[in-house]
């Protein structure tokens, strides 16, 4: 069974540019969430996907930030324009139900702005 | 407000050694706890749970952890370390329907031969 897919691993770009970044869940998990870790520091929350819908987008920075949900499968999470403090590792999860407290998680997708 | 406090950033332990990692956490309801290791090249992986019952938890890779309630901790804990144990290792907590957790900073583990 195939995991949690994040592309891509690694990405550079300029402040002001815009990047996308994708999560291909677990085939069947219909919770998928986005968690963000800066500078070495706590991953943080950023929202919560049942299916296609937002469950819990509370943790999004700002308005620069957009996630989707295309037909409840794979998410994209776009940031723009991206500035420097957006850098960090992006970490996508996915889990069957919400009994079990058990995420499984991709490999991140590490963002630098310069 | 909802934390999680992991003080070491880094711990180096000979192999063979026994290991303890710590964590506290600041949580406003029941808080069910987990710890998380992310080994180089992969993502986070489940190590162990609490929800309730048994305050001492048994893990995969032959790790333990014991909440402690009072000292609002969740100590991570292996009696005679490996050399593939060396990782990053996340403490997290979260509610009922585990829809929200909050992560530690992390502890890097290194392991000496």
């Known amino acids: 069974e195939a995991g949690v897919t994040q592309f891509p691993s690694h990405s550079v770009i300029e402040k002001g540019q815009t990047v996308t970044l994708r999560c291909d869940p677990i085939s069947g998990h219909d919770n998928l969430y986005w968690y963000r870790r800066v500078m070495g520091k706590e991953i943080k929350f950023l929202l919560h996907f049942v299916k296609e819908s937002k469950q819990d987008e509370s943790g999004m920075p700002n308005n620069r930030f957009l996630a989707e949900r295309t037909g409840g499968t794979y998410s994209t999470l776009k940031v723009q324009p991206a500035e420097l403090e957006d850098s960090g590792v992006y970490f996508c999860?996915?889990?069957?139900?919400?009994?079990?407290?058990?995420?499984?998680f991709g490999e991140g997708s590490r963002l630098t702005v310069l | 407000a909802q934390s999680v406090t992991q003080p070491d950033i880094h711990i180096t332990v000979s192999e063979g050694a026994s290991l303890e990692l710590r964590c506290n956490y600041s949580?406003?309801?029941?808080?069910?706890l987990f710890w998380y290791v992310q080994s180089p090249g992969q993502g986070l992986q489940l190590l162990l749970k609490y929800f309730s019952g048994d305050t001492l938890v048994q893990g995969i890779k032959g790790f333990e952890a014991e909440f402690k309630r009072s000292q609002s901790s969740f100590n991570l804990r292996k009696p005679s370390v490996h050399w593939s144990d060396a990782a990053e290792y996340f403490c997290?907590?979260?509610?009922?329907?585990?829809?929200?957790?909050?992560f530690g900073s992390g502890t890097k583990l290194n392991v000496k031969p």
């Open positions: 949580y406003g309801a029941t808080p069910y």
């Open positions: 997290a907590v979260g509610p009922y329907n585990f829809n929200k957790f909050y």
């Open positions: 999860a996915s889990s069957l139900g919400t009994n079990t407290g058990e995420l499984f």
